[in-house]
């Protein structure tokens, strides 16, 4: 798996070869159904001390929430933070933390964009098509769209949530979620999920 990681995300600082892998990752990205049994959930992210990209990965129980085991993955960082590039200096990591664990998730969330990027290859979609599971990409703010005008509003435990559809052009690429008093978030399909 290390070999596959490495193949999805070099270290290379050439702008094409990014573009390249990320024109590969959206070819190979695809949409189902989520999976119907769905034990497993996990979320992955990082952060950054001197020349280290650290990952921490928490794989939860779907049904109760509950901790089930945590991983990470510590790495050396090859490039600075460049919009639309973040697969290549988090993803790594990331995948490393991901396949640590001794018990693979049914879904992955991701502290990254999915498809809701401009070559449709954010780091969600990259790390599904890399470690081919279903991902989502969950962050503060589009990286690319338009926002529906249109707000719907749900209600879930009592809490009321609004949600707009986002667009790039006439491709839905995901949702703004937000609570009242509460900041907006984005999420978007990654792969293998709609």
């Known amino acids: 798996m ?18 390249s892998i990320q024109d590969k990752v959206a070819e190979q990205m695809f949409f189902c159904m989520p999976p119907k049994d769905v034990k497993y959930v996990a979320a992955v992210d ?13 794989l939860m129980d779907a049904e109760d929430l509950e ?9 050396p960082f ?20 991901v396949v640590a664990l001794e018990h693979k998730p049914d879904v992955l969330l991701v502290n990254g964009v999915g498809i809701n990027h401009p070559r449709r290859a954010g780091l969600a979609t990259h790390l599904g098509v890399c470690l081919e599971m279903p991902t989502i990409g969950i962050t503060k ?19 009321e949530w609004n949600y707009s559809r986002l667009f790039d052009g006439k491709e839905h690429t995901g949702y703004i979620v937000w609570r009242k008093g509460r900041s907006n978030i984005t999420i978007a399909p990654g792969h293998m999920i709609r």
């Open 2 to 19: 290390r070999e596959r990681i490495r193949e999805y995300f070099p270290h290379t600082s050439s702008i094409e070869v990014m573009h």
């Open 67 to 75: 901790i089930v085991e945590t991983s990470h993955s510590i790495e």
């Open 141 to 159: 703010r589009p990286l690319c769209g338009t926002v529906d005008k249109e707000v719907s509003t749900i209600n879930k435990n009592g809490q």
């Open 46 to 58: 990082c952060a950054y001390t001197d020349d280290l990209v650290v990952a921490g990965c928490v």
């Open 78 to 97: 090859y490039m600075d933070y460049a919009p639309t590039l973040l697969s290549f200096r988090e993803g790594f990591a990331s995948a490393q933390a």
